[in-house]
């Protein structure tokens, strides 16, 4: 086989310790390295000294990164996804697999994953810690609930938003053993004040010491996290400063708000130059049907292991811009309701969220302003077909069909 690379590197990493095996003209040479900083820094000087130009090591968990932190400078890094380069089943050791990992590279048979630059990767952390502490935020909220129940206070079954202003001042007077259901509805705000009857009925209950307690307990965890998830976004506004114009462009997007616009940013960037077409794109999300073919048929398929969190933005903006399609009709919204009938719920939803990121592509690659094909672009589409069909089926029925232009 050609060599492209005469001098690189394969890298094996684990938690403690990096087997580096080095490739050149000269010969084959294997060394192992520990993980700490200055053992990091011994293994650049090492690659240095035997002028290595490309390296190569697995994304494996997260100890790929801070060999890439360091290296990143010096050297063209490719992390592979681990599952691209197994070797043969047989003898398997450390060094062995450096061994394979090197030769993979240097005759250029790695696929090197997307690896975004530092800024793109410390604004991915941030958008990550939040998502992760919103979620948990809905999980405490969740155990509220549990203990209301448990106490026969039915508040969720009046108001929606059980930890809203309305909900927590009534929440706060429970923890503190106050049993006047009137005074409690009486602290309704907005709308929740025309169900003040409804309220004193669902506030009366039997709120056990106990539950006093673990009432108190998650309402202060409830306000610790929205403190930590306001300063995160105040953290991830400043880093997304110089691109509000994109956050803006997104946000044009039915179902798409400036929380989904940061976080599909903060995954993918904004240079789209560096995926060939939007179908390059989608399929490096994983946002697009899978492939299953054999003998001439095709089989379902999954569309297999993306990226969670991008995947989990787009199809949350998906049914959003399905539920904004009861009040305003929108391209999304048709897509959906014309595929759930025959493809179910989860396919259709993904389906809509193929079309968003398309849209997003090329938007972000031509500047352009999202302009919604409307609802009835599909109908105009296949007009003709539609009218067809519509005359044979009525044709069935008995009924003489004379069409004529309306004016």
Known sequence: MQTLHERCCGLDVH?????????????????????????????????????VTHVAMESSGVYWRPIYNLLEDSFTLVVVNARHMHAVPGRKTDVKDAEWIADLLRHGLLKASFIPNRWQRELRELVRYRK???????????????????????IGDVITNVVGKSGRAMLLELAAGSEDVAAMADLALGTAKAKRPQLQQALAGSVGPHQRFMLQSQIRLIEQLEAEIEAITAQVEEGMRPFQAAVALLDEIPGVGPRT??????????????????????SWA?????????????????????????????????????????????FFSARYHRLVVRRGSQRAAMAVAHSMLVAIYRMLLDGAHFQDLGPDHFDERRKESLVRNSVRKLQELGFKVTLEEAA
């Open 15 to 51: 938690k403690k310790t990096v087997v580096a095996c080095v490739i050149t003209p000269e010969g084959q040479e294997t060394q192992t390295f520990g993980t700490m900083t200055f053992d990091l820094l011994k293994l650049s000087d090492w690659l240095t000294e035997r002028g």
């Open 261 to 282: 616009a940061e976080q599909v940013l903060a995954e993918t960037g904004i240079d789209m130059t560096r995926f060939k077409t939007s179908a390059h794109f989608a």
């Open 132 to 154: 992760t502490l919103v979620e948990e935020r809905s999980r405490l909220v969740t155990r509220v609930q549990k203990v209301l129940e448990s106490a026969n206070i039915k």
């Open 286 to 330: 994983r946002v697009c049907p899978g492939n299953n073919q054999s003998g001439g048929r095709r089989r379902q398929a999954t569309t297999g292991q993306g990226n969670p969190y991008l995947r989990t933005a787009l199809i949350e903006a998906a049914l959003g811009a399905v539920r904004a399609g009861r009040r305003q009709p929108n």
